[in-house]
């Protein structure tokens, strides 16, 4: 198995020296990584340091901001590191008009990404499974109302009390990344293997659904690359 790693995982690191993190990162065992920031490097930059440590990138969490400011510079940039997964990492949803405002935005970019060859997803945390101000359930709104991929965090599911397996086997079609991740289901994040989520039978339905992983565990304990490296040598272990 290959797996890919969510760069804010050793943000202590890659906001330091990006480079460097990519090099341990790929001694590590990572295959793949996604982004959270570039940190002022230019994309020849990025898309240097990736091919001097055999990486490829499997997404990037992007803003919509990023669209709707410079459309053609960001396509620009990530058609230079050599992505085709962008990835929000949220959008406003608490409101029904904040909720509008995000799937009119998606509905729109979607199909420009489309012609760029690039897909347009969007990552969950918690609260998009729960009712907003206004009583709409988001994750629920953008799944009728929108036709965008999902990268689904099955931690962040879990402590919205879904059942992360039931999810990604149901959104199969529109699922083909994922966030494995552990932690309580409190909200309190933990390295894979350390918490309770349902780390294991997820890693195994997302194998046979042909789902890439990507490893997010973000508590930096006791920093972020030694974290990262606990989470692998559980995964050797499934």
């Known amino acids: 198995m290959e797996y890919g790693l969510q760069l804010f995982s050793v ?3 890659t906001e330091k020296d990006l480079a460097y993190t990519l090099e341990q990162v790929a001694k590590i065992g990572y295959k793949y990584v996604e982004f959270a920031g570039f940190f002022g490097h230019e994309a020849k930059e990025v898309k240097a340091m990736l091919d001097a440590n055999g990486l490829i990138v499997s997404g990037t969490h992007s803003s919509l901001e990023d669209l709707v400011n410079d459309f053609e510079g960001t396509v620009e940039y990530h058609h230079t590191i050599g992505n085709t997964n962008y990835i929000l990492p949220g959008a406003p949803w608490k409101t029904a008009v904040e909720l509008d405002d995000t799937i009119e935005k998606l509905n729109r970019f979607q199909p420009m990404l489309a012609a760029e060859g690039i897909t347009l997803g ?8 729960l009712p907003n101000e206004d009583g709409l359930i988001p994750h629920a709104e953008m799944e009728k109302r929108t036709s965008v991929q999902f990268e689904i965090d099955t931690y962040w599911a879990y402590v919205a009390g879904q059942d992360p397996v ?12 994922i966030h494995l991740k552990d932690g309580l ?22 194998k046979e659904l042909g789902m890439r992983m990507v490893v997010e565990s973000e508590t930096l304990k006791p920093d972020g690359l030694l974290e990262v490296t606990r989470c692998m040598e559980y995964l050797k272990k499934l």
Do not use: C, M, S, W
């Open 122 to 129: 969007y990552h969950n945390h918690n609260g998009e499974f």
């Open 166 to 177: 039931e999810l990604i086997t149901r959104l199969q079609e529109r699922v083909k990344v």
């Open 185 to 206: 289901a409190n909200g309190e994040g933990f390295a894979l293997g350390e918490g309770t989520a349902p780390v294991a039978a997820v890693h195994e339905r997302a």
């Open 11 to 13: 943000r202590d690191f």
